[in-house]
């Protein structure tokens, strides 16, 4: 099948050995092959202009070969006993490949495929492309056997990575700045009553759209279409949002944005984000017994699959998982309560300051904030089982991520900054005395902490935020100017600062 995609995506040369790359989005499961392992498709983010972007197969049979097909529409069916991803009729591309790796040894077979977006415009922003690999193996079970297929892989071409933060301060403009993520400048700067008092950003998948909430229980929308934003409101009576930091999560997949917010009470909201539905910025969706059962609600997290939220009290107190799946007959119930246990370097007061989850959602991550210089702990449950992880069996008590497991974990107080990588990696940072910054590797019970290899001060910590290749970390401090620091993930080493020029604290870091 001839190569008819437009120009920027050709011409494809198959690459060697290759470290696997971060999927953007994946569209199904692939089938099992020899030795247990299943062939997986992955790329880094398909931002335009981008000349080293590459589709990754790892996990494969070693020195096995195959055929990668491309097309712009997805498909849920199957051919040969295999499942197919990618409509038949909608292949452009079809691709004959031979993979690297030990020769007949399973897992081991690994390559890349060379997709330059050189010459791809901003009239591609949004373009879906759907790609998946069937690859010779042994054991496989597709077509009478012999072959084996990777998970389906859909890539949203994107605008160039950026970096937003935003600020609250006194006054009713506070500032914000968006840092552009290749040449580590400032794209745009400002502050109007739209980045008033922000709790919560988020990019939408294609980068366009920026959507900003607020403590006054408003919703701002920035158009990122033009040479400067243009800002407006989604919705400015949403109500109260209270101290509900990290306050936007999108479901792409259902178009809704979900954050905190209501009047009299602070429940869980669904907004459209649909920009061609009839209701585009109106509340869809509202729990209405959750400021009851949790009290001060103070931040919440999403699942990666947007099914569940996770939502604690502010002070110690319950994790409460709420279902976010219209589809389900539990929708906007809380499913799940659990009390969190409490620290064991006795801290009269504690604060849950962030929720994440892991790449798997299997488990539930809960950033918790001791009282004055006691040390950071981080707090893990396990979502199937439902229950909390102990990180030193040897005690009785349950104890946290920090410097009561085995071995310990060094963090600093006052943590605010908080993420966790596709790989399992755990980032915090924090603003207590000297300012820390830190990766945490799980394994099993065991927490390995190594903290980032800083040239600038870390004096005033405050977030943390991985890019989409998650291939740099970055960090915002105030000490007393406020100022980006960018790290190389891999390594931890500083590799560039922008000053923003306040001297005011972030409230949002988040990556386009």
């Given at each position: 099948m ?5 120009a ?17 989005f ?18 880094g983010?398909?931002w ?17 070969v195959?055929?990668l ?8 069916t ?12 909608s ?7 031979v ?16 997709l ?15 790609a ?6 042994p ?12 998970n ?45 008092n ?37 919705n ?5 949002t ?32 649909d920009?061609?539905s ?22 919440f ?10 939502v ?8 409460h ?31 849950n ?14 950033l ?25 069996p040897?005690?009785p ?6 410097p ?54 870390l004096?005033?910590?405050r ?50």
């Amino acid at each position: 099948m001839p190569n008819i995609l437009p120009a920027f995506v050709v011409p494809f040369a198959l690459a060697g050995l290759c470290a696997p790359a971060l999927a953007q989005f994946t569209t199904g499961p692939g089938t099992v092959g020899s030795g247990g392992y299943t062939p997986r498709l992955s790329s880094g983010q398909p931002w335009i202009g981008r000349s080293n972007l590459t589709l990754q197969i790892d996990a494969a049979f070693g020195g096995s070969v195959g055929i990668l097909v491309m097309g712009f529409s997805p498909a849920t069916t199957t051919i040969g006993g295999l499942p197919l991803y990618v409509d038949p009729a909608s292949v452009v591309v079809s691709e004959f490949v031979v993979l690297g790796g030990s020769s007949a040894v399973p897992g081991a077979g690994t390559g890349s495929l060379a997709l330059p977006l050189t010459n791809a415009g901003a009239a591609f922003i949004g373009l879906h492309i759907f790609a998946q690999a069937a690859l010779i193996d042994p054991v496989g079970t597709g077509f009478g056997g012999g072959w084996t297929a990777s998970n389906g892989l859909e890539l949203q071409l994107t605008s160039r990575p950026q970096l937003f933060a935003a600020s609250s301060v006194g006054g009713n403009a506070d500032p914000h700045w968006a840092v552009n993520g290749l040449s580590q400048t400032l794209d745009f700067l400002g502050g109007s009553a739209f980045t008033d008092n922000v709790d919560g950003a988020v990019y939408s998948t294609d980068g366009l759209d920026l959507y900003v909430s607020s403590g006054f229980g408003q919703l701002a929308h920035a158009d990122l279409r033009g040479s400067s934003p243009a800002w407006s409101w989604l919705n400015s009576s949403i109500g109260s949002t209270g101290v509900a930091w990290d306050n936007c999560w999108i479901d792409r997949d259902r178009q809704l944005l979900w954050m905190m917010g209501q009047l009299g009470t602070v429940e869980l909201l669904a907004i459209d984000i649909d920009q061609s539905s009839s209701s585009y910025g109106q509340v869809l969706h509202s729990t209405n017994t959750l400021s009851a059962t949790v009290g001060l609600i103070g931040v919440f997290g999403m699942n990666n699959s947007r099914t569940l939220a996770a939502v604690p009290g502010l002070l110690g107190g319950s994790l409460h998982l709420v279902d976010t799946d219209p589809a389900s007959a539990t929708f906007l119930q809380v499913v799940t309560s659990s009390v969190i246990p409490p620290s064991t370097q006795f801290s009269p007061l504690t604060l849950n300051v962030r929720i994440r989850f892991s790449t798997d959602d299997l488990e539930c991550y809960v950033l918790i904030q001791n009282a004055g210089t006691i040390p950071a702990e981080v707090a893990r449950f396990l979502v199937p089982a439902g229950i909390w992880l102990d990180h030193d069996p040897n005690t009785p008590a349950i104890d946290h991520i920090g410097p009561m497991a085995s071995p310990p974990v060094p963090f600093g107080s006052a943590p605010l900054g908080f993420d966790v990588g596709r790989d399992g990696s755990i980032y915090v940072t924090g603003w207590g005395g000297a300012g820390f910054a830190g990766r945490v590797t799980l394994a099993g019970t065991a927490a390995i902490y190594a903290p980032l290899n800083a040239t600038s001060l870390l004096t005033n910590a405050r977030h943390i935020a991985l890019n989409r290749d998650q291939d740099m970390l970055a960090v915002a401090v105030a000490n007393p100017t406020t100022s980006i620091l960018l790290f190389d993930a891999a390594t931890l080493n500083e590799i560039g600062a922008v000053s923003l020029g306040a001297t005011v604290d972030t409230t949002v870091l988040v990556w386009r």
